[in-house]
């Protein structure tokens, strides 16, 4: 007789069953969560890969030495102003990189795009990528440097033609156009100081505060950065005792430099203090300074004689129209200037001189008076001399018995 089973081997068999199937779906589970996670893996394994591999090839045909036995000292020129893709250019040009645009992309990278400096550097072909980078920003290379002069009494328009000769600058319309409105040099207090409205008619706003001298800068300096050396100048020139000096006389600076600009177009140095004085007694006493300087600076002429048309011209700049000192300088006066400016001769004044001429045109000896006949009569006798020297025709006047 067949038994069955009792109750208790019965529920052993479903809770084996029940193990079973449990563990079945933990392992459907598990799987499920680690073959995403094998695949990534796999996947990230391949890009790592791939990765290496490309940075390898990369390494290996733009980034290392282009010959890591090669020592040979190799020059290269880089010019201030130059970008990166020309700096590039450069490098391949002279074998020093193995690829202009990798370069390129390299520093735009590593952020050194604007670090780059000009100058000349010895260089070689088994330096790297980095190595070449680095150089170039730390700047090591001897910048090249050359040297201008500007000459006492320069006008700005003369100055920009002698900077174009001497290779100091590029554009004489560009400098021009800086010098006309100042506008990008208004950090330089005595700049700004004239920057008014009043001011709007001058030729020129920095006329007279682009001080003579000679100046070394590097070469390719932009105009801005020519203009910039020479305003520096003159801030170092014009001391605080000038200034003090300058309001002891009631005078602003601007005044001072305009009077400078004028003494230094009407005579020689040794001269200078005592043309200040006659232009300081005329100003004591209201009289116009008529300055023939002030009239060739307005017609943009250098001649002795003038016509009475010529004297005539409608110009802020002439003061023999116009009460006191022109609009502004008209030209760059030298140190002497402004000193003879602030401190005028006192013999001359105290003894009561008021007109001066040009004796002889040569060596710019001068003739001063004290009265308006003194002076009419010494201009009757050296008018002829003015003429000659104006026509050429001095030398041959002057040999005459």
Not at 358 to 387: C, I
Request: glycine share 4%; hydrophobic share 35%.
């Amino acid at each position: 007789m067949n038994r069955s089973p009792d109750r208790n081997e019965r529920i052993g068999d479903m809770s084996r069953a029940s193990d079973r199937q449990h563990l079945r779906r933990l392992l459907e589970g598990g799987w499920s969560f680690v073959r995403p996670l094998l695949i990534l893996t796999s996947s990230v394994l391949l890009i790592l890969s791939g990765c290496l591999w490309a940075w390898d090839y990369v390494d290996s045909n733009y980034l290392k030495p282009v010959d890591a036995d090669d020592h040979t000292p190799v020059v290269v020129d880089i010019e201030s102003r130059s970008t990166v893709s020309t700096i590039a250019r450069i490098l391949e040009e002279n074998g020093i990189i193995r690829n202009k645009s990798v370069f390129k992309y390299y520093v735009d990278l590593m952020g050194y795009g604007s670090k780059l400096k000009a100058g000349t550097y010895i260089l070689n072909r088994q330096m790297s990528i980095y190595e070449i980078m680095e150089k170039l920003a730390r700047g090591e290379g001897k910048a090249k440097v050359m040297k201008f002069l500007v000459i006492e009494g320069m006008t700005i328009e003369a100055m920009a033609e002698s900077l174009v000769q001497q290779k100091a600058i590029d554009s004489k319309d560009e400098f021009l156009s800086l010098c006309r409105d100042g506008d990008s040099f208004m950090k330089y207090a005595a700049i700004s100081d004239i920057d008014t409205p009043e001011n709007e008619n001058r030729k020129y706003l920095l006329e007279g505060y682009l001080f003579p001298a000679t100046y070394e800068i590097y070469v390719d300096s932009s105009e801005e950065t020519v203009i910039e050396k020479m305003l520096n100048k003159f801030t170092l020139v014009m001391k605080q005792e000038y200034i003090e000096r300058a309001e002891q006389l009631n005078m602003t600076v601007d005044q001072v430099i305009t009077l400078a600009s004028m003494i230094e177009r009407e005579g020689k140095t040794s001269d200078f203090a005592r043309i200040s004085a006659v232009f300081h007694n005329r100003m004591n006493d209201e009289m116009r300074l008529e300055s023939d300087a002030t009239v060739q600076y307005a017609l943009g002429i250098r001649k002795l004689y003038l016509t009475d048309e010529e004297i005539k011209i409608d110009s802020p700049y002439n003061t023999y129209k116009i009460d006191g000192l022109p609009i502004g300088p008209i030209c760059s006066p030298s140190q002497k200037a402004i000193e003879a400016a602030l401190y005028p001769d006192e013999t001359t004044m105290s003894e009561g001189y008021y007109y001066f001429a040009t004796k002889d045109p040569m060596s710019g000896e001068l003739n001063f008076s004290k009265t308006l006949e003194e002076h009419e009569a010494a201009v009757e006798q050296y008018r002829p001399l003015w003429k000659a020297y104006d026509e050429g025709q001095y030398d041959e006047l002057n040999q005459q018995p």
